[in-house]
């Protein structure tokens, strides 16, 4: 099996493009005088791509499985904030891209829970675990 950083990993980029759109909508000018709010939602985006990060990097299965049900919090937690700007008048004029996070946060959900389901069922035990003799008797180690 041939270690890749998470970096690589598709459902470690998806996240991080989740956070910038975040990041990018709460610095609007509708956001001000929302402090708390505009925390929060930054609070939120961000971690989900860090918990994957560490998870992966911590080199066991079952840690990353742990890391990848919190980054799934994170982004259910961010989807219900999303739906509560939809409902401020305040922010009628950013219904585009509110509509757009939730999409992303909601394809980001999917990921984690695909993920998680087919690291559940897999008898690797993670990185930790693998090295070069007993890699070498199932020939995975490349």
């Known amino acids: 099996m041939k270690y890749q950083p998470f970096e690589d990993l598709p459902v470690s980029k998806v996240p991080i493009d989740l956070a910038t759109k ?17 925390n929060r939602m930054e609070g939120l985006s961000l971690p989900i791509s860090n918990n994957i990060a560490e998870g992966f990097e911590r080199g066991t299965t079952q840690e990353l499985l742990t890391f990848i049900y919190i980054a799934h919090g994170s982004a259910g937690e ?65």
Request: hydrophobic share 35%.
């Open 78 to 142: 961010l989807r219900s904030m999303l739906l509560f700007l939809e409902r401020l008048t305040t922010f009628n004029n950013l219904k585009s891209a509110i509509s757009s996070l939730k999409s992303s946060a909601e394809s980001v959900s999917r990921q984690r829970r695909s993920w998680a389901d087919s690291l559940q069922n897999s008898d690797i035990k993670g990185q930790r675990y693998f090295n070069r003799q007993n890699a070498a008797g199932c020939g995975r180690l490349q």
């Open 22 to 38: 975040v990041f990018t909508m709460t610095a609007k000018s509708d956001f001000k005088g929302c402090g708390d709010l505009m």
